[in-house]
């Protein structure tokens, strides 16, 4: 029995060595699949991070490119609105001046028509001459005058006194 002791011993210290082998076997075995999917984990966290990184650069070049666009834009549509202002109170401006001088120039042809018909008013010692609405024409003679019928070379003339 003692042989089969020894034996049992034998095989228990075998399997006992086995065990040790096997579980530093495996050990190592699972560390360097550890190392190998922490490697593998390690390149697809890189890879993902570039990724964000190249999407984010990407997005803000995008968004610095419209918002270049937006100014741009709303630049333009500033200039055109001053540009149109401007037109239109000088073209606004041109028009007053214009008619300024337009009320200008009537008022110095009024002027003198008023001062003609007052020299004329004094040299017809103020007779006037009217048309009826139904076309008929008339001489006025200012109060005070009286006229004269002279007949002169198959015309008639009117000579004028004062009463």
Do not use: C
């Not at 003692?2 to 049992?8: E, F, H, I, V």
């Not at 228990?12 to 999917?37: I, P």
């Amino acid at each position: 029995m003692s042989s089969l002791l020894t034996l049992a011993k034998d095989l228990e210290q075998k399997s006992k060595a086995q065990q040790l082998h096997t579980g530093e076997m495996l050990k190592a075995a699972f560390s360097e699949h550890e190392r190998s999917v922490r490697a593998e984990l390690s390149a697809s966290a890189k890879r993902i991070s570039d990724a964000i990184r190249a999407h984010e650069e990407s997005m803000s070049s995008a968004m610095e490119k419209n918002r270049r666009s937006v100014l741009r834009t709303a630049g333009r549509t500033w200039l055109t609105i001053v540009m149109t202002s401007a037109l239109l109170i000088a073209t606004s401006g041109g028009v007053l001046w214009w008619q300024g001088q337009q009320i200008t120039d009537n008022y110095t042809a009024i002027r003198q028509q008023e001062d003609t018909l007052k020299k004329l008013t004094v040299r017809t010692w103020g007779v006037r001459y009217q048309e009826s609405s139904d076309g008929r024409k008339f001489l006025i003679l200012p109060p005070g005058m009286q006229s004269e019928a002279i007949p002169y070379d198959g015309t008639t003339w009117i000579r004028l006194k004062q009463e």
